[in-house]
């Protein structure tokens, strides 16, 4: 059975840092993207990050640049979001995903799997 399992929410003032972590088991994702994303109270599920198989590309939304990081490690089947300067606007239930293909996208249905999710609350 495979499965994302995320990790590593909580809550934080704004400002602070978290890093999410999301873990696959049930087969290897090493050749397919993976992403995050995120959805907060009333609102539909938005994009955040995302990063190719290989990690050499990635791509964000942009209110989230130069403050977000995706990265992964395909030795552990393991993808990670690192969240600083975290802001009020920024509280939502983030996801992990994973791709039908190797290379990064943006668009929900590109991806066959997902986790149930973490919750991040930033406190102002």
């Known amino acids: 059975q495979v499965q994302l399992v995320e990790s590593g929410g909580g809550l934080v003032q704004a400002g602070g840092s978290l890093r999410l972590a999301c873990a696959a088991s049930?087969?290897?994702?090493?050749?397919?993207?993976m992403g995050w994303f995120r959805q907060a109270p009333g609102k539909e599920r938005d994009f955040v990050a995302t990063?190719?198989?290989?990690?050499?590309?990635?791509r964000y939304l942009d209110s989230v640049k130069g403050r977000f990081t995706i990265s992964r490690d395909n030795a552990k089947n393991t993808v990670y979001l690192q969240m600083n300067s975290l802001k009020p606007e920024d509280t939502a239930v983030y996801y992990c995903?994973?791709?039908?293909?190797?290379?990064?996208?943006?668009?929900?249905?590109?991806?066959?799997?997902w986790g149930q999710g973490t919750q991040v609350t930033v406190s102002s």
């Open positions: 990063i190719s198989y290989s990690g050499h590309t990635t």
């Open positions: 049930g087969r290897t994702f090493s050749s397919n993207a």
């Open positions: 995903a994973a791709a039908r293909d190797s290379f990064i996208t943006s668009t929900a249905r590109n991806y066959d799997y």
